[in-house]
């Protein structure tokens, strides 16, 4: 089953929405695989942001992302890498529908409460910076009966 790297920013930890967040997936029928609150260290930091590293934005970006706790999950299911990007909204709250996460808790761009991995081989990279294999749960979860 497809997976993707989901993370709620510091600005979303401190705004009080993991809980909000996380029920958006699970009642869209995504499962978790794995979730924990944790503070970047800046080199898995400049990894993880590594695509943006000639960005004017990189430096702030990885100040930012290491500024406080963030809660890192990976959630699958079916088509999960496009339709949690479709969930996040714009990357900028500005012009992200209201609806999504971004569009609903988001003001700006620099402070745009979620992180979701934008490719199957994103996803598959920063499932490895984030999580080893022990910390990921395989399950059957009876409702997929009802979900597919
Ligand atoms: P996304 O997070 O939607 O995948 P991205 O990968 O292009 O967007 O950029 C990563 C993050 O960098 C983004 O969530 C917020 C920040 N960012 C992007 N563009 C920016 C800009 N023009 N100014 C400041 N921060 C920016
Ligand atoms: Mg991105």
Redesign the pocket.
């Known amino acids: 089953m497809e997976k993707t790297f989901l993370m709620v920013k510091p600005d979303g930890v401190q705004r009080n929405v993991i809980g909000e967040i996380v029920s958006r997936f699970e009642r869209k029928g995504f499962q978790l695989a794995g979730a924990k609150l944790m503070s970047i260290p800046a080199e898995l930091a400049e990894q993880h ?1 590594g ?2 590293k000639e ?1 004017p ?1 990189f430096g ?2 990885v100040e930012f992302i290491t500024s406080g706790p963030v809660f890192a999950m990976v959630w699958q299911g079916e088509n999960v890498i496009a339709t949690a990007r479709q969930m ?1 909204g714009a ?2 709250p500005k012009d992200a529908a209201p609806g999504t996460i971004r569009g609903d808790f988001g003001l700006t ?2 402070k ?1 409460i979620i ?2 991995s ?1 490719s199957p081989e994103s996803a598959v990279r920063e499932i490895g910076l984030f999580f080893k294999e022990e910390e990921l749960v395989e399950y059957t979860k009876l409702m997929n009966e009802w979900a597919y």
Do not use: A, K
């Open positions: 942001y695509e943006h960005r934005f702030e970006l996040m990357t900028n761009v620099g745009n992180h979701g934008d």
